[in-house]
């Protein structure tokens, strides 16, 4: 599943490019994704606009138009962004084709389905992104993350601190693979409830998190999915992962065996002589 590194590698490769473009056409197939197709909207306020620019807000991406209106796609489990030239034949699982000009088409591709796409008319586009954010948790390469934030709102919560990391009502686009190398990286037990973490242990979270987060980015996302970054080239953080999928190996700190476990239904991966609880 792409996490925000992923969300992020594609939205940069697609910056290089898109600003400025116009799009001409836009088709689709008739799949629903985790819900219908908005048609009329792309046709009405996307078709015949130009691209202004793109931002992300959690694993959201949010192309901007000159008209003021906001197409949101989510990639979902397996979805993918891709910037092709005119030309390429449509393929299995192709849910959305924006043909641009310049030669250049923009196309998202889904097997599995579990992406949306919106779009937010210019009318309404600061209202209902506003709404959009409020259920979406801080940004965690923003200077919102930050222990005083992080602190005022685990107070009364006894959950794990890798079930809040990963709760996109608290902290945005942090997803499984992540959640793990982060807690490795700050060396704290995966089960450690929330409320119990002192200040300096948040700290040490919000630095490995940045840290990793920024890593992933730089070299390009990761391929533990089928994802791809724009340009087709695979991304090579996979091969650096410290615990993820790394059950019965030795810790590369300590040399003692790296554990498996499920927290919160989802595969979990610490070492216990290096991960304690605070
Ligand atoms: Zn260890």
Redesign the pocket.
Same mark, same amino acid.
């Given at each position: 599943m792409p996490e925000l590194p992923e969300v992020e590698v594609t939205r940069r490769g697609l910056l290089q490019d898109l600003p400025g473009c116009l799009v001409k056409k836009i088709t689709w197939s008739n799949k629903s994704l985790r819900e219908p197709i908005p048609r009329k909207l792309l046709v009405r306020y996307i078709e015949g606009n130009r691209i202004k620019t793109i931002d992300r807000r959690a694993k959201f991406l949010l192309f901007r138009m000159v008209n003021n209106s906001t197409m949101v796609i989510h990639l979902g489990m397996t979805g993918k962004i891709s910037l092709l030239s005119v030309g390429e034949p449509r393929a299995r699982h192709d849910h959305l084709r924006l043909f641009l000009d310049k030669e250049k088409e923009l196309r998202l591709n889904d097997s599995r389905r579990f992406g949306s796409i919106a779009v937010w008319p210019p009318a309404e586009s600061i209202q209902l992104e506003k709404n959009f954010s409020r259920n979406i948790g801080v940004e965690p390469l923003s200077n919102d993350f930050h222990p005083d934030n992080l602190m005022a709102q685990v107070r009364r919560r006894t959950q794990p601190v890798k079930t809040f990391l990963m709760d996109s009502r608290r902290v945005a686009g942090i997803g499984n693979i992540y959640a793990n190398e982060i807690l490795f990286d700050a060396m704290i037990h995966p089960l450690t409830p929330v409320n119990r973490i002192p200040r300096q242990a948040w700290e040490k979270i919000i630095l490995s998190a940045k840290k990793i987060l920024q890593e992933a980015i730089n070299s390009g996302g990761s391929t533990i999915s089928d994802f791809l970054g724009t340009s087709g080239n695979p991304g090579y953080f996979q091969v650096k992962f410290k615990v993820y999928g790394q059950g019965g190996e030795k !810790?590369r @700190?300590?040399? @003692?065996n790296i554990y498996k476990t499920v927290i919160g239904g989802r595969s979990t991966f610490f !070492?216990s002589?290096?991960q304690t609880m605070k």
């Amino acid at each position: 599943m792409p996490e925000l590194p992923e969300v992020e590698v594609t939205r940069r490769g697609l910056l290089q490019d898109l600003p400025g473009c116009l799009v001409k056409k836009i088709t689709w197939s008739n799949k629903s994704l985790r819900e219908p197709i908005p048609r009329k909207l792309l046709v009405r306020y996307i078709e015949g606009n130009r691209i202004k620019t793109i931002d992300r807000r959690a694993k959201f991406l949010l192309f901007r138009m000159v008209n003021n209106s906001t197409m949101v796609i989510h990639l979902g489990m397996t979805g993918k962004i891709s910037l092709l030239s005119v030309g390429e034949p449509r393929a299995r699982h192709d849910h959305l084709r924006l043909f641009l000009d310049k030669e250049k088409e923009l196309r998202l591709n889904d097997s599995r389905r579990f992406g949306s796409i919106a779009v937010w008319p210019p009318a309404e586009s600061i209202q209902l992104e506003k709404n959009f954010s409020r259920n979406i948790g801080v940004e965690p390469l923003s200077n919102d993350f930050h222990p005083d934030n992080l602190m005022a709102q685990v107070r009364r919560r006894t959950q794990p601190v890798k079930t809040f990391l990963m709760d996109s009502r608290r902290v945005a686009g942090i997803g499984n693979i992540y959640a793990n190398e982060i807690l490795f990286d700050a060396m704290i037990h995966p089960l450690t409830p929330v409320n119990r973490i002192p200040r300096q242990a948040w700290e040490k979270i919000i630095l490995s998190a940045k840290k990793i987060l920024q890593e992933a980015i730089n070299s390009g996302g990761s391929t533990i999915s089928d994802f791809l970054g724009t340009s087709g080239n695979p991304g090579y953080f996979q091969v650096k992962f410290k615990v993820y999928g790394q059950g019965g190996e030795k !810790c590369r @700190k300590c040399s @003692k065996n790296i554990y498996k476990t499920v927290i919160g239904g989802r595969s979990t991966f610490f !070492c216990s002589h290096c991960q304690t609880m605070k």
